[in-house]
Structure formats: structure tokens, C-alpha cells
């Protein structure tokens, strides 16, 4: 998150744009693709899926 952060200042500031996802979005955001990619593992592990 503390690089996440930091690439949107810097883009805030070299473009003057704000971001379109709060800080709680993006977290929500990067929960769901953990589970999504722990479910992915999980079922290329097991042959039997």
C-alpha cells in the first residue's frame, strides 16, 4: 500500500489528476485478487478439481 501511495502522489502532482479509487477501494480491490489468485493455486494444486 505504501507504494501504492506514493505512485498516486506522484501522478496526482505530474498530472493533475485525482485518483478515481479511494484507499478503501484499492484495499477491497487487492483483497478480492488475493483470494482470487489463493482459490486459482488452490485448485490447479488438486487434480481432483
Known sequence: ???AKEQEDALREQTGIEPSLSEED??????????EIKKSRSSTSDPTT
Do not use: A, C, D, W
Request: hydrophobic residues 45%; charged residues 30%.
Open 1 to 3: 500500500m505504501k507504494v
Open 26 to 35: 484499492m484495499k477491497q480491490y487487492l483483497e478480492q485478487v488475493i483470494e
